[in-house]
Structures are given as C-alpha cells and as structure tokens.
C-alpha cells in the first residue's frame, strides 16, 4: 500500500475529521477540473465536486493559471460555493489564462493536506513514523532480518574524529549497525529524537534515533581516528509530499501492515513507546501462532 493510503486509514481509524467535519480523503476521490478562471479569487468548474463554504480542497496539474495549484507552503483551499460544480479559491488570485487540460484535478480534504481536529497533518505522520520504527525494531528482535522488513541497508563511510562522527542522512532511525558498533550520545540524551512524544527519546534502550545532521559517539569501546565503513540499516524517513503526492509505496511489506496501523493507532490516542512496544511484541506472537 502507499503511504498516503495507510495514513488515511490511520486517520479514519481514530476517527479524525476536518475541523468542519469533513472526512479525509486520497487521490482516489479527485475530480476532474474542467474551467479555471483568470480571477481574483479563482473559481474553479469541477462537476460531481460536492463541497460547502468553507470546505478544504487540493487543486493540482493546472497549467499557464498556475496560482490555482496548492503547495506544500499552501496545501489546501478554502471555498466559497458559487453554484453546483463551480466554486472560488478562497484567497487566490489568478495569474494567466487557462488553456485547458485533462489532469488537471480537485480533492476533497486530501489527506496530508489539512490539519484535523485531533490530530495535525505533521503529528498524524510522526505517529505513523513512530510506529514504524516499534514495529521494525521489534521484527528485528524476533529474527526478522532488515531487509524483510523494509529496511534499506546501506554501506557508508564514516569519518570518526576522536570517537564523534556524523550521522548518515536520509533515515528516519538506525535499526543495526555491522560489526558490533553501538553508536549513541550520551550529552545529547533526553534532546534528540522524532517528534515530541517524551517516551520516544534516544536512550541506552531505545537507541538510533537522531535528527538529521546531529553528530554522535561510540559507546562501550575506543574507535581509532579514521574511517569506518559500516553497514547500517535504517528506515527511510517519509515527509508530507510522500503523503499528499500518493505514490510512495510503504517499505514495510503488506504482511505486516496491518500490525503497523494498530500501533500507529495506539500512539496517536497517547501512548509511549513502552506501550507500543508491547503492543507490537503481542501482536507479531498472535501472527507466528
């Protein structure tokens, strides 16, 4: 599945709306856009598009009246109704004339888009992300070996200066790390981590959670100064465009999907990572039984 559809499902299972109540969406619900005009504010021509004033919506794929598209820094309209199919951008201003065109497309609260009642588009992914990270450490520990579980691995070279290295980047968590090397900061325990939940923060137990472009020590042993290879395995860290674009496929297989969701469920009605962590162990020995 994508991540865009696993987090609408996230979404939908803890019963998370718009704050005008509407129900998120993905991209199987866009509607084709079929006049754009070159107003103050845009009003867009979409048939079958049923939205009342103000509703979000994500505009995509308009061509020359580009000031009709939504952004990452501007993710979603609000709208005023005109009349049925035909409603203005609330907020926009057209900048050419439209000539036209087939893929340009209008979604409905579009997941990633527009923050919820209970839950922010940003902290709904960390949920998710926190998730992922439970659920990959926790196959590790019952032998599911990294690749089987999604995880990227990858060889680097890491330049140590008296034991300090920088992380790689493009991870959203070390899961292993080759021969042996246990990395961690202790300065800097208690600061980095994913998100704001407390319960997840970098610990002896709880290790290879950094932020990107953090530095971190050996622990437990003396590193030369030098290069080290390693092999490190690590979850590739999806963003907001991964949700809303809709075509980034979860690393995670199907297989365990499922167990994902409810332990993203958990963290987003509150839980810690003690809590999810017991949930994931209890849920992986329903599976192997």
Request: hydrophobic share 40%; no cysteine; net charge negative.
């Amino acid at each position: 599945m994508t991540v865009q559809a696993l987090i609408l499902a996230l979404a939908h299972r803890i019963g998370d709306k718009t704050p005008q109540s509407q129900a998120f969406n993905g991209n199987d619900a866009a509607v084709v856009i079929t006049d754009v005009t070159n107003d103050t504010p845009i009003t867009i021509v979409a048939p079958g598009l049923v939205l009342s004033d103000g509703d979000y919506v994500h505009v995509k794929n308009v061509s020359i009246n580009t000031a009709a598209n939504n952004t990452l820094a501007n993710r979603a309209w609000q709208v005023t109704r005109v009349s049925a199919d035909q409603y203005q951008l609330d907020g926009s201003s057209g900048n050419g004339d439209w000539g036209g065109g087939s893929d340009a497309a209008a979604t409905p609260a579009l997941i990633g888009t527009v923050d919820g009642r209970q839950r922010t588009s940003i902290e709904l992914l960390r949920d998710y992300s926190e998730a992922r990270i439970v659920l990959a450490r926790e196959l590790m520990m019952a032998g599911v070996q990294p690749p089987n579980i999604g995880a990227l691995v990858k060889s680097g070279s890491i330049t140590f200066a008296s034991g300090i290295a920088t992380k790689p980047t493009d991870y959203l968590g070390f899961i292993a790390i080759s021969n042996g090397i246990e990395l961690a900061d202790p300065e800097w325990r208690g600061v980095i981590r994913k998100g704001d939940n407390p319960d997840f923060v970098e610990s002896l137990t709880n290790r290879f959670i950094f932020e990107e472009g953090t530095t971190f020590k050996h622990l437990g042993g003396f590193i030369a100064n030098g290069v080290q290879t390693l092999d490190y395995y690590g979850l590739t860290e999806y963003t907001l465009s991964d949700v809303i674009d809709g075509f980034t496929v979860e690393q995670i297989p199907i297989l365990y999907q499922g167990e994902l969701l409810q332990i993203a469920e958990l963290i987003s009605r509150g839980a810690g990572a003690m809590e999810a962590s017991a949930l994931a162990n209890k849920l992986l020995k329903l599976k192997a039984a």
